[in-house]
């Protein structure tokens, strides 16, 4: 009896030995895991790559659109560039008669690869020739954007942002939302040092013989903040 005792004393000794044995294991392989997937901080380059955002990313995080980059619409390469130097003292609001409002984010993303086509391809330009677009889906889509001269207004294009709007809007206005982000979006140029805080809006017809950016969007615009008479 006393012999059965002790052999079932070893055998449970030896169980909780092993479950004890099996417990350490995954908690160091826990924290080997966890180790791996930190950053080296002594390797600044790879940190900063992974966690840093910028304040401008930030703000464009806490708006009700989002800012579509050339390479998410897969925008071609530009021949060359100018250098912008901002803040920009106009905005120049454009519309694009061709291709129409486009309404979800696959269809102004092809929008945004004809036009950069057209212009570059049937004029001879660099590059797309608007700074940034507003899709009819509700976001923002960069152009030559903030850093870069454009090509849509002439005796503007070094001193302004082109902001074109998608679509036809000579009898008809922008559906509401694309004229809600297309304000905020200048209002986030402002705050985010792009665009001067006593800048002046023109429609594209002001600096230039053409109806662009639509007799209906035209009228609109003339009732926003900083629109003058040219």
């Known amino acids: 009896m006393m012999l059965l005792l002790l052999v079932l004393l070893l055998v449970g000794n030896m169980t909780m030995f092993t479950s004890l044995l099996y ?3 995954i908690y160091v ?8 997937a ?35 619409w897969a925008a071609r390469i530009p021949t060359s560039i100018s250098n912008f ?15 129409g409002v486009c309404r979800t984010l696959d269809a102004c993303k092809a929008a945004m690869r004809s036009m950069q086509n057209y212009h570059m391809d049937g004029h001879g330009w660099t590059d797309i020739g608007y700074s940034f677009a507003v899709g ?35 009898d008809e206005l922008p559906p509401a939302p694309m004229l809600d982000v297309a304000q905020d979006f200048i ?22 013989s053409t109806e662009c950016p639509g007799n209906a969007l035209y009228a609109e615009i003339t009732m926003w903040p900083h629109w003058q008479k040219s």
């Open 85 to 99: 130097t901002g803040p920009a003292p106009y905005v120049i609001l454009h519309h694009s008669y061709q291709p």
């Open 23 to 25: 417990t350490a294991f």
């Open 136 to 170: 009819g889906d509700g976001n923002v889509y960069e152009g030559r954007g903030y850093e870069v001269v454009g090509a849509h207004a002439p005796n503007y294009n070094s001193r302004s942002i082109g902001l074109l709007l998608i679509g036809n809007f000579m």
């Open 187 to 208: 209002k986030y140029s402002v705050e985010s040092g792009h665009l001067r805080k006593d800048y002046i809006l023109h429609g594209h017809r002001q600096v230039r």
């Open 38 to 72: 930190i950053p080296d901080n002594n390797n600044d380059t790879a940190f900063t790559t992974e966690t840093t955002i910028t304040s401008e990313q930030i703000l464009v995080y806490t708006r009700d659109w989002r800012l579509i980059t050339r390479a998410e």
């Open 29 to 36: 392989a826990i924290e080997l895991c966890v180790a791996a």
